[in-house]
């Protein structure tokens, strides 16, 4: 097997994080905590396990950040204990080839993606604690509360491996009407339809999405899949982007290079105050905003372009402390509303896994995959396939690596 990791090392990070503006390289050198290994396929550690051979997987911007050591030790996860070894890559899609005599949802042959984010995160599942807490009995694993108590096994390997062993309950079947392409992004889809459905919009609203990478493009096809009546501007960066945000529906396409405040006072019809010593604020604004970044400019411009009693919801993430002017929140009573991923919905009458609501809407063609897989690289090129997806200009939209 050989896989890409990232090892929970405090002063290599530090260190790499030091040294990366003089020395890019140095993500690949010894002193990284990020690496390529070649090992043995290890055993399946339980009866419950799986090993699963990979077919394709994207390269997403959460692990960009560990591989260039962009997080920060210093955010809140990063007190909880866990296991030291991450192994990077989740938007993946693979065939089960060998299964512990304990499984009883798959079978040698099966096409599966993965579920956990990323593989070998632990949780009650996975550690096989009976009774689970109250978010694993309900299916929001992600949240578990015994994800950091350390029991039992984890799996070696993830999306950018070879291959990988997961417990059962870590992986999601794919039906045979799907292609691989689909099947790779229903991770980032289950993304962004989950951060949709925290606020959905009503008829008529005005919705804004900051930022148009893969999540931001997935999270406009969500609203317009959900909220058909939603009037939605998406804010990018790059021309490509714009192309793709026109193309998938966006009712306006603005560039975050000029002032989006007065565009957007323009769009939703509010008033914009221009203040001495910042970059004012709007009294009227957006219904629902949509961050797909999650960085302090992104949030602040979030929270300022927001209408008294609208909301931000935050589905994308900086894994750094952020300097925040939170004023908004209570001078307009803007809701600040968090989106982890994805778990369960609950949505006309029904309550279903984000993945199997996915997975309806690619099958029923309100979500399509098409055009928005832009590069695809073997896996032996994988510093080219970083380097192209870390790098916009590129026109890259999503990345693949295939095996």
């Known amino acids: 097997m050989r896989a890409i990791y990232f090892d929970k090392a405090i002063p290599r990070a530090l260190a790499t994080k030091a040294l990366r503006p003089l020395w890019p390289g140095v993500v690949w050198s010894p002193l990284s905590p990020s690496g390529v290994e070649q090992v043995p396929d290890p055993p399946l550690p339980g009866p419950r396990w799986l090993r699963v051979r990979n077919r394709q997987c994207g390269i997403c911007a959460t692990d960009l950040s560990l591989l260039f050591v962009k997080a920060d030790p210093r955010i809140a996860p990063a007190a909880l204990p866990g296991i030291r070894r991450i192994y990077l890559g989740h938007e993946a ?17 099966d096409r599966v993606v993965i579920e956990a984010r990323p593989v070998g995160s632990p949780n009650c599942l996975t550690q096989e604690i009976d009774p689970p807490c109250r978010f694993c009995a309900r299916g929001d694993t992600r949240l578990c509360e015994n994800g950091s108590l350390g029991i039992g096994p984890v799996g070696v390997g993830s999306g950018w491996s070879d291959s990988y062993t997961a417990h059962q309950s870590e992986v999601w079947p794919v039906p045979d009407d799907l292609n691989d392409d689909q099947a790779s992004l229903i991770e980032p ?4 339809v989950h951060g949709v459905l925290r606020r959905l919009p009503a008829p008529g609203d005005r919705v804004l999405i900051l930022g148009a990478g893969i999540i931001g493009l997935l999270t406009l096809q969500a609203v317009k899949a959900l909220a058909p009546q939603a009037h939605v501007t998406a804010l990018v960066r790059y021309a490509h982007q714009g192309q793709a945000a026109k193309r998938l529906g966006a009712d306006e396409v603005v560039s975050d290079r000029g002032d989006i405040y007065a565009k957007s006072a323009e769009i939703t019809g509010a008033k914009y105050y221009r203040g001495l010593l910042n970059r004012g604020m709007l009294l009227g604004g957006y219904d629902v905003l949509y961050d797909c970044v999650g960085n302090r400019y992104t949030l602040r411009d979030s929270l300022r372009l927001a209408r008294a009693g609208g909301a931000v919801v935050l589905v994308g993430i900086s894994l750094n402390p952020l300097s925040l002017d939170t004023s908004p929140v209570w001078f307009q009573e803007v809701d600040l509303v968090g989106a982890k991923t994805f778990g369960m919905e609950t949505i006309n009458g029904r309550t279903l896994h984000t993945f199997e609501l996915v997975i309806e809407m690619l099958q029923e063609g309100a979500l399509s995959a098409s055009g928005l897989i832009t590069h695809r690289f073997p896996f032996q090129q994988y510093r080219r396939a970083i380097a192209t997806a870390s790098n916009k200009r590129s026109g890259s939209i999503k990345v693949t690596l295939t095996f």
């Open 93 to 109: 899609v693979g065939v089960v080839s060998e299964a512990g005599p304990a499984v009883d949802r798959f079978r040698v042959g």
């Open 189 to 192: 889809m289950a993304v962004a």
